[in-house]
């Protein structure tokens, strides 16, 4: 099972300000099949990226993915204060597919 | 519009049976897998298992193998995820999504208590 190790535990910034968030895998994941999901409170989580770093319908371009093999890396632009929520990753690339333990992205 | 709307939360005793579901809208439910998703208070993500409804071709994550029963009715369009006895540790919110690899859509959410 590949374990999917997202850092920090916690991001404390503030708005407009640029947001990297990192998630590792044990193995290599197979192709870049890597997800971004975001998650408000009370709300069910959402897809943000696919394939290491194609957005999602309707997600906007402030939001960016990248890396490929072990290391994979979210990127905020801009932070908008919609955007403070908790982030997951999670890979498709071997199963059983595996979330990361998730970023909370935390107003500052 | 795509949409999978989850049945409503629920209160158990231990021991209970229960069945929870999740009705497909907007896309063809027979070509997409439906994916379950625990959510254990305060807790993260884990991924239950996923079935294709077009054979009922089921996958389950080895940690809920036998556990859990994840089924679909065609003709409406409904997944379920069911328990034959339920424990404490299986309070939380349990999810809905399409796909398999990818998650593209979610249903609400379906809280689910076990508590004496």
């Known amino acids: 099972e590949i374990v999917l190790t997202q850092s920090p535990g916690t991001l404390s910034l503030s708005p407009g300000q640029r947001a990297t968030l990192s998630c590792r895998a044990s193995?290599?994941?197979?192709?870049?099949?890597l997800a971004w999901y975001q998650q408000k409170p009370g709300q069910a989580p959402r897809l943000l990226i696919s394939d290491a770093s194609v957005r999602a319908t309707g997600i906007p371009d402030r939001f960016s993915g990248s890396g490929s093999g072990t290391d994979f890396t979210l990127t905020i632009s801009r932070l908008e204060p919609e955007d403070f929520a908790v982030y997951y990753c999670r890979q498709y690339g071997s199963s059983p597919y595996t979330f990361g333990q998730g970023t909370k992205l935390e107003i500052k | 519009e795509v949409q999978l709307v989850q049945s409503g939360a629920e209160v158990k005793k231990p021991g209970g049976s229960l069945k929870i579901s999740c009705k497909a809208s907007g896309y063809s439910f027979t070509t997409h897998w439906i994916t379950w998703v625990r959510q254990m208070p305060g807790k993260g993500l884990q991924w239950m298992g996923t079935i294709y409804p077009g054979d009922s071709d089921t996958r389950y994550s080895p940690s809920f193998q036998g556990q859990v029963t994840i089924s679909v009715d065609k003709s409406i369009s409904t997944a379920y995820l069911q328990w034959s006895s339920l424990r404490a540790s299986d309070t939380a919110i349990y999810y809905c999504?399409?796909?398999?690899?990818?998650?593209?859509?979610w249903g609400q959410g379906t809280l689910v208590t076990v508590s004496s």
């Open positions: 999504a399409r796909g398999t690899g990818v998650l593209d859509c």
């Open positions: 193995q290599s994941v197979s192709s870049i099949y």
